[in-house]
């Protein structure tokens, strides 16, 4: 008998999903947030991911005090002490390394790190950490019982590495182990492959379980329920000049910058006897049909009225993030002086969302004080930053921008000064 069993059942039929509001509101759910992530339930996407690792190891039979875990490219994270305190062992993997791109795991001593973030003590020998690359994973095989990661599947390069890892963790499974993994799903017309962060199109995401050894559920579920709390959500307000309130937000649906994303589980097994079977995506044309709808919605009301966008400093100029606008006048005020009484040169950066990127600038507008806002024609599926340039080099003075759409189509853009094609 174990903590884990004293689970309620669980109402998700088929675990190998996307998140949805109502995912929260599971008994076994509740109870393994609580339980065992000892965390205050709340809308966090890395929450529902851990929860969801957990009750599919659980309803797999993984988590007993005879079993031996492997977690991949785990970090620090929390799920780690939850499941060790269910079974004999867990060996803990990343790319741990003093200069890592990830601050998180910088160092040259895993096992200090990873023990030093135990919420609650685990008893000596449990947890062993060390650096090993998922593509590569340095275990014989038939090792583990299960494995698991959480957020890392997207960060580790292209499709022959992610069927390399899939292939790996086939490896080190005994026969009948479990990997579940979580990444991120995209409600567009195919995966961004955004170097080390891919969101993957659902049908490329099953193309990937499919090229492995490994055995997936049948079915991929993309159906997210209607829900206030499942409509697109802004992901970081940062660029609105509003980070304290990124800690209060926690979109189930995610709106970034002209793309919806949605956290998945993925439940695969070694079972090289079973047919081998592509999974089947369901649900996510009609989703994604209701999310855009939504997204418009979204989009409208929040360049309905002036939104103030805070540019970064770069080198001379001062740059906001890329936003995104659908079809329509964008107007812009500036609030900037030159020190030289020069006008002030704000080019529009235009990129598509997704890769191939091709940022390029639209244009270049110029503004002296007393003129009325700048504006430009913003088109669908395209994103927009704006670069204030001063002959003053920048120095002294704030630079501050405000953005909305305009109310009234515009015929025409003005001041326009040149058309540049590379930024
Ligand atoms: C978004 S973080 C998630 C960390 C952790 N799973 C969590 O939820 O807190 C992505 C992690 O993937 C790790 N990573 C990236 N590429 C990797 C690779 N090839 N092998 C192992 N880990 C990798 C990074 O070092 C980083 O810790």
Same mark, same amino acid.
């Given at each position: 008998m174990t903590a884990s069993d004293s689970i309620p059942d669980c109402r998700i039929d088929n675990l190998q999903k996307v998140s949805d509001?109502?995912?929260?509101?599971?008994?076994?759910?509740?109870?393994?947030?609580?339980?065992?992530?000892?965390?205050v339930p709340g809308v966090s996407r890395r929450t529902w991911e851990f929860a969801m690792i957990f009750l599919a190891l659980h309803r797999a039979g993984k988590l007993h005090d005879g079993a031996r875990g492997l977690a991949l490219g785990a970090?620090?994270?929390?799920?780690?002490?939850?499941?060790?305190?269910?079974?004999?062992?867990?060996? /803990?993997?990343?790319?741990?390394?003093?200069?890592?791109?990830?601050?998180?795991?910088?160092?040259?001593?895993?096992?200090?790190?990873?023990?030093?973030?135990a919420p609650w003590p685990v008893p000596d020998g449990r947890i062993r950490a060390m650096r090993m690359d998922m593509r590569q994973i340095e275990f014989p095989d038939d090792s583990f019982d299960f494995a698991w990661s959480t957020g890392s599947f997207e960060h580790i390069g292209e499709d022959a590495d992610f069927v390399r890892h899939l292939d790996e963790v086939h490896r080190v499974l005994k026969p009948g182990g479990v990997y579940a993994f979580t990444t991120v799903v995209s409600y567009g017309s195919e995966s961004h492959r955004i170097p080390n962060n891919y969101y993957f199109h659902p049908e490329h995401f099953v193309d990937l379980l499919h090229a492995s050894k490994l055995r997936s559920q049948p079915v991929f579920d993309c159906a997210i329920r209607e829900h206030h709390f499942n409509k697109p959500g802004l992901e970081s307000l940062e660029d609105f000049g509003c980070a304290a309130a990124d800690g209060q937000l926690h979109? /189930?649906?995610?709106?970034?910058?002209?793309?919806?994303?949605?956290?998945?589980?993925? /439940?695969?097994?070694?079972?090289?006897?079973?047919?081998?079977?592509?999974?089947?995506?369901?649900?996510?044309?009609?989703?994604?049909?209701?999310?855009?709808?939504?997204?418009?919605i979204l989009t409208r009301r929040l360049w309905a009225d002036w939104q103030e966008l805070k540019p970064r400093r770069s080198g001379t100029d001062h740059v906001t993030g890329p936003q995104y606008f659908g079809r329509g006048a964008v107007e812009v005020e500036v609030d900037a002086v030159d020190r030289n009484g020069a006008a002030i040169d704000?080019?529009?950066l235009v990129r598509r969302p997704a890769p191939p990127l091709g940022r390029r600038i639209l244009t270049t507008l110029q503004h002296k004080p007393g003129d009325g806002p700048l504006i430009f024609q913003a088109q669908a599926d395209h994103l927009y930053a704006l670069r204030v340039s001063r002959s003053d080099g920048g120095d002294g003075g704030t630079v501050r921008l405000r953005l909305r759409r305009a109310k009234k189509r515009v015929a025409q853009l003005r001041p326009v000064v040149a058309t540049a094609t590379a930024a």
């Open positions: 509001i109502y995912d929260w509101f599971d008994p076994a759910v509740d109870h393994v947030v609580r339980r065992h992530l000892k965390v970090g620090t994270e929390r799920l780690i002490f939850a499941i060790a305190d269910q079974v004999a062992h867990v060996d /803990v993997t990343d790319l741990y390394q003093s200069d890592s791109r990830w601050v998180g795991v910088r160092t040259d001593d895993p096992q200090e790190l990873v023990m030093a973030h979109a /189930v649906v995610a709106w970034r910058r002209g793309t919806i994303n949605v956290a998945n589980l993925a /439940v695969l097994r070694k079972d090289d006897a079973a047919p081998k079977v592509r999974p089947e995506v369901r649900g996510f044309g009609e989703t994604k049909a209701r999310l855009w709808r939504e997204a418009d704000v080019a529009v």
